[in-house]
C-alpha cells in the first residue's frame, strides 16, 4: 500500500505562489505516475497536473498551463507542484494521486492512492 501526506498549503494572496509537497511512504513510487487534483466547495474533483515515472511527461490543465509545475523526486520517494501567479479561482483542497498505470492519466479513476489533501486559499 501507498500512504500519501500532502503538505504546503496556505492562505495566499492573489499573484502569490506557494509550493505543495506530497511524501509518499509504504514502498516507493518511483514507477508510479503521479497527479495533482483539486476540488473547491460544491464541485468535482478536477484534474490539475499530472507526472510520468521519469518525469518526461507533464500534462496540465488549461486553467493552471503556465502557471503550475509539477515535478517529483524519486530519491526522496516524493512529488511537488510549484504555484505562481495564483488566483482566487484556485482555491480548493488539493490532493496528491498515485497511479501504478504505465501511462500518464488524468482522470480520477487513473488513480490508485489518493491523499488527505491540503487546503489552498487565495485572497483577492
Known amino acids: 500500500q501507498v500512504q500519501l501526506v500532502e503538505s504546503g498549503g496556505g492562505l495566499v494572496q492573489a499573484g502569490g505562489s506557494l509550493r505543495l509537497s506530497c511524501a509518499a511512504s509504504?514502498?516507493?513510487?518511483?514507477?508510479?505516475?503521479m497527479g495533482w487534483f483539486r476540488q473547491a466547495p460544491g464541485k468535482e474533483r478536477e484534474f490539475v497536473a499530472a507526472?510520468?515515472?521519469?518525469?518526461?511527461?507533464?500534462y496540465y490543465a488549461d486553467s493552471v498551463k503556465g502557471r503550475f509545475t509539477i515535478s517529483r523526486d524519486n530519491a526522496k520517494n516524493a512529488a511537488y507542484l510549484q504555484m505562481n501567479s495564483l488566483k482566487p479561482e484556485d482555491t480548493a483542497v488539493y490532493y496528491c494521486?498515485?497511479?501504478?498505470?504505465?501511462?500518464?492519466?488524468?482522470?480520477?479513476?487513473?488513480?490508485?492512492?489518493w491523499g488527505q489533501g491540503t487546503q489552498v486559499t487565495v485572497s483577492s
Open positions: 507526472i510520468n515515472w521519469s518525469g518526461g511527461t507533464l
Open positions: 494521486a498515485a497511479s501504478s498505470l504505465s501511462l500518464v492519466r488524468t482522470t480520477v479513476p487513473g488513480y490508485n492512492y
Open positions: 509504504g514502498r516507493t513510487v518511483s514507477s508510479y505516475s
